[in-house]
């Protein structure tokens, strides 16, 4: 293969890594069913109840506890489905494709409230974990109390915003913890603690927490983005070199990019930006290559 073709493709490369690059922010953890809206009919149901809750492993002591409630607004606020419990030692899990890096940093959300056949003077609460799928556990939620989220009686609606959760986890901390291991991939679990909640609308995003400034100068310019590039592996992590120029560190550079050599906090570039500064990243690269 010629040297100018080679040069083509490995600049198309460059080219097509900063187009994704540039309209990357936080990444959504996919999970799947993750409003509980799909269920198997052919588990049966008990009175509007799905038994079976598809994407998700149920971690049941008996069968027929875990279900996928399709009331309407019989007993909640909203006509949508939810998932509940309906005995201790209940939970749900589901192994996720993203693996953790001490540099992510997660915001988690959940909505969680009381079912409304349930009376309030019974206590409700639930807790989320984050763990490796080996049942590692990284982080905990701990015990979360959704008794007094619905009205007493119908037509139910929320009391206020205390069934509405949300985290920001910042996963340097896992490394605290001896049995966990870097770059193992992450499970979500969701446990029943007491009375029956319900359940829904369940997300994760992760962003890097990562510093772009390569060449530690105290800016995000076009030098940062000449050894990012010029070192580039899509797959690498901490562990093969610090920093890692990697795909969601590449990201992190170009949120902060400012050509004019400022400390960074620019925005992203809008579409025509998007083309300069590609075309810039490219005479980068081909001069690299001539040096």
């Known amino acids: 293969?010629?040297?100018?073709?080679?040069?083509?493709?490995?600049?198309?490369?460059?080219?097509?890594?900063?187009?994704?690059?540039?309209?990357?922010?936080?990444?959504?953890?996919?999970?799947?069913?993750?409003?509980?809206?799909?269920?198997?009919?052919?588990?049966?149901?008990?009175?509007?109840?799905?038994?079976?809750?598809n994407d998700w492993d149920e971690e049941v002591p008996n069968n027929n506890q875990v279900y996928i409630e399709d009331n309407g607004l019989t007993w909640k606020p909203e006509a949508d489905?939810?998932?509940?419990?309906?005995?201790?030692?209940?939970?749900?899990?589901?192994d996720l494709?993203?693996?953790?890096?001490?540099?992510?940093?997660?915001?988690?959300?959940i909505i969680g409230e009381r079912a409304g056949w349930w009376g309030t003077s019974a206590p409700t609460s639930f807790k989320v974990e984050l763990r490796e799928t080996d049942g590692t556990v990284l982080w905990d939620s701990g015990s979360l109390d959704v008794t007094n989220t619905v009205t007493?009686?119908?037509?139910?609606?929320y009391t206020g915003t205390g069934h509405?959760?949300?985290?920001?986890?910042?996963?340097?901390?896992?490394?605290?913890?001896p049995e966990a291991v870097e770059d193992s991939p992450l499970n979500i679990r969701i446990a029943h603690i007491s009375g029956t909640p319900y359940l829904d609308d369940v997300?994760?995003?992760?962003?890097?927490?990562?510093?772009?400034d390569v060449n530690e100068d105290g800016e995000y310019d076009d030098l940062d983005l000449q050894l990012m590039l010029s070192n580039f592996d899509a797959d690498a992590t901490p562990g093969d070199g610090d920093p890692a120029y990697n795909q969601s560190n590449?990201?992190?550079?170009?949120?902060?990019?400012?050509?004019?050599g400022g400390d960074g906090g620019a925005t992203v570039p809008e579409p025509a930006?998007?083309?300069?500064?590609?075309?810039?990243?490219?005479?980068?690269?081909?001069?690299?290559?001539?040096?």
């Open 203 to 212: 997300s994760l995003s992760v962003a890097s927490s990562y510093d772009p």
């Open 81 to 94: 489905r939810v998932l509940y419990f309906n005995a201790v030692n209940t939970a749900v899990n589901q």
């Open 250 to 260: 590449l990201d992190a550079l170009l949120a902060a990019y400012d050509p004019s």
């Open 1 to 53: 293969m010629k040297r100018t073709t080679v040069t083509f493709l490995a600049v198309a490369s460059v080219a097509l890594l900063l187009l994704m690059a540039m309209t990357a922010n936080a990444e959504v953890i996919n999970i799947n069913n993750a409003d509980f809206e799909d269920y198997d009919a052919d588990g049966g149901s008990t009175r509007g109840n799905w038994h079976v809750v």
């Open 164 to 177: 509405i959760f949300n985290w920001t986890i910042d996963a340097s901390t896992f490394a605290d913890i």
């Open 273 to 291: 930006s998007m083309a300069l500064l590609l075309f810039g990243a490219i005479g980068l690269v081909m001069t690299c290559r001539r040096k």
């Open 97 to 109: 494709s993203h693996t953790w890096s001490s540099s992510d940093s997660y915001t988690l959300g």
């Open 152 to 157: 007493a009686a119908a037509p139910y609606t």
